[in-house]
């Protein structure tokens, strides 16, 4: 049974309760205002939220809900519509550190966050981000901006590639062609970004009329 | 069958009584006294009758829940995630600096760059501003209609019964009881104006014509059991000005113009509403355009300004968010009305849900659901704020100007000021707000990468 918490926000040391049932039925009631009282939510049914507009990679995040890898199925490629589980599923990738989580726990839960995010960069599917995918990913970022020349927005990407394979494969030789950044690389360059702290969502806490035990 | 002959004629006799009755009590205490505009109390008594019964209501279903240990279902009404207040560059920074300890001036990209517009992605997909005002208010405490209950399994017997009760005397009283009195109004509006339509213009013709018009909104009023509470009726609108307000259902109408005598503008409907439309028209000079005639904005906004000019001529009434908002903010204000360069008169209007939501979700509901809704609710109880007259400043501009009157409503009404357009409900952002974070973002990364380059 969840704990009734009081209103001050969560101090960085008390870390907040497990999904609770109330969060769900929050959760549920989004679900339905978003697909319109329907069982499943389209990729069409994200274009009803306008501050989504704002964001450059909005394409790619609607994308990582119809993924199914993300979506812990066994097959490849893309949904092409999803029910609440799935819809729930995607959201628990940024749930927030439970307080009895062990080391091995903890690792799990940030390689699966990782992971997400991998998914994001990785959009043929095959295990690896190539200069391509690089490349698109920063494009799409800074697609905004209408005087930036795809050159520069090229260069940027092409320097941060070189950085990446620097870091993961180290000194390379001249006829060496680096194929991509594999998951375990990729893990690499996250190495002292606490992304298990950042990357979640914090329900605000909700009153529910006290009753005794 | 001869037993059944006196029992027969008993019923229809009681029938007949009855609805003699009905009719009288409807006569005496309701018509008569909108006819002269003044009130008996009889409504602000029922109202605090059925706050006292929800109030009772409401301690059940907790009492309820704490026996069987069941957390309640509260909605909670400002949000359910917690969004940090930091800015892009500040989270940018942040993660910058605990990944690879660069700082933000080298201008290159990271990795994990992209970790910020996603976790914004993704709050947003969870709880927006926008989306969440097109969907009706939630309430706090139960106020015995199904169809705002979200806690229904910890019902006890006394309540369902009190709630059968009130199903009862909602469908079955008070349901017939206003549908008789909406046409009683409507019909004598139609026939008060044609009638007074055919005087010859000068002042007992616009006298009639007032009084036919307020007489038929109060019966209106009182068909919904609207109990209005108006304030600061000093500064009601005068003749030469135009008067705007926040829209949250078709009913503001009826509301405003039962306590004041202004010029509607709107389009021209069929059916009923044509009919009524066409009728008042000829009493008085409203401004009705044809349905091709909206879409030409000069053309409208001409014919508003020629009205406006004449100081003789009742106040426009207008709403300018264009759409019905759900009465928890008011949206982004349509310029025309601003630009005609008329004495603006605000007016706030707010609604308590406890009685009745009178939010018209016209994606969700026809009107004619919408009606049968709302004469299905206990009582519309609203509050009526007439803020002081504004006029257009030199040196601000016809949206300026609109903010500002927007900012006075919302303060008044107690609603939220958002910047966002009411007809988001239906279309989808423009273009140029979407520009100004990625641009915000891409100024972060190359902005600089080009002052090194050059020098």
């Known amino acids: 049974l969840p704990r009734a918490q009081g209103a001050h926000p969560p101090s960085p040391l008390s870390f907040p309760p497990t999904v609770t049932s109330e969060q769900i039925e929050h959760l549920h009631r989004r679900f339905k205002q978003l697909s319109r009282d329907q069982l499943t939510i389209r990729k069409e049914n994200f274009d009803s939220i306008p501050d989504l507009e704002f964001n450059p990679i909005r394409g790619k995040i609607v994308h990582a809900f119809f993924d199914k890898r993300n979506l812990r199925q066994e097959s490849d490629g893309l949904a092409d519509e999803i029910n609440f589980e799935d819809f729930l599923t995607i959201m628990s990738y940024f749930r927030p550190i439970e307080m009895n989580m062990d080391e091995e726990q903890l690792d799990r839960f940030r390689k699966e966050k990782l992971k997400f995010l991998f998914h994001m960069y990785d959009s043929d599917h095959d295990g690896k981000i190539t200069l391509q995918e690089y490349r698109n990913v920063v494009e799409e970022l800074l697609s905004g901006n209408p005087h930036l020349e795809k050159e520069s927005a090229r260069s940027i990407a092409d320097g941060a590639m070189m950085e990446a394979a620097s870091i993961c494969v180290g000194q390379m030789g001249p006829d060496q062609v680096y194929e991509g950044i594999t998951f375990e690389d990729f893990l690499k360059m996250w190495q002292g970004i606490d992304i298990e702290t950042k990357m979640h969502v914090r329900f605000l806490n909700m009153e529910t009329i006290a009753h005794c035990y | ?455």
């Open chain 2, 1 to 455: 069958m001869f037993l059944l002959l006196p029992f027969d004629s008993l019923v229809v006799n009681l029938l007949g009584i009855s609805i003699t009755v009905l009719f009288t009590l409807l006569l005496v205490f309701i018509i008569v006294p909108a006819i002269f505009g003044v009130s008996f109390g009889i409504r602000k008594v029922y109202m605090k009758t059925l706050l006292k019964i929800f109030q009772w209501a409401t301690l059940r279903i907790e009492r309820g829940a704490k026996e069987k240990n069941h957390p309640l279902y509260k909605p909670y009404v400002n949000g359910i995630i917690a969004k940090d207040p930091t800015s892009l560059e500040e989270e940018i920074k942040e993660i910058r600096r605990s990944g690879s300890g660069k700082a933000l001036d080298t201008p290159e990209f990271e990795l994990s760059d992209i970790f910020y517009f996603c976790r914004k992605g993704i709050e947003t997909i969870m709880d927006d501003e926008v989306t969440k005002r097109f969907s009706a208010e939630e309430l706090e405490s139960w106020n015995l209609l199904s169809r705002t209950n979200y806690n229904f399994q910890y019902i006890s017997l006394r309540l369902t019964v009190l709630w059968g009760l009130g199903v009862l005397i909602r469908y079955c009283f008070l349901l017939p009881l206003r549908i008789a009195l909406a046409f009683t109004g409507i019909s004598l509006l139609v026939t008060g104006t044609t009638v007074v339509g055919y005087l010859p213009n000068g002042r007992c013709k616009e006298f009639l014509s007032k009084h036919v018009h307020l007489m038929c909104y109060r019966i209106c009023v009182r068909a919904l059991t609207a109990i209005i509470t108006y304030h600061d009726r000093e500064n009601r609108p005068r003749n030469g000005g135009i008067c705007v307000a926040n829209h949250t259902s078709p009913i503001d109408v009826i509301i405003l113009a039962s306590d004041g005598y202004y010029a509607m503008v709107g389009q021209i409907h069929g059916g009923l509403m044509g009919v009524i439309q066409r009728a008042m028209v000829k009493a008085c000079p409203h401004v009705w355009f044809e349905r091709s005639e909206v879409k030409d904005r000069h053309l409208v906004a001409k014919r508003l300004t020629e009205h406006v000019q004449d100081k003789s001529k009742l106040p426009i009434l207008i709403f300018p968010e264009g759409t019905c908002i759900n009465n928890t903010s008011v949206m982004m204000f349509k310029k025309g009305s601003f630009e005609i360069g008329a004495t603006v008169y605000p007016v706030a209007i707010k609604y308590d849900p406890q009685f009745g939501d009178a939010f018209w979700n016209s994606s969700k509901y026809g009107m004619v659901t919408y009606l049968l809704r709302m004469m299905t609710s206990w009582a519309i109880v609203c509050s009526v704020w007439y803020l002081p007259p504004m006029t257009r400043q030199p040196e601000e501009d016809a949206v300026q100007f609109a903010n500002r009157v927007k900012s006075a409503i919302a303060r008044q009404g107690g609603l939220v000021d958002l910047l966002w357009d009411g007809g988001l409900k239906r279309e989808k952002v423009k273009d140029a707000f979407k520009e100004e974070q990625q641009k915000l973002y891409s100024k972060m990364i190359v902005g600089n990468h080009e002052d090194r380059s050059r020098s």
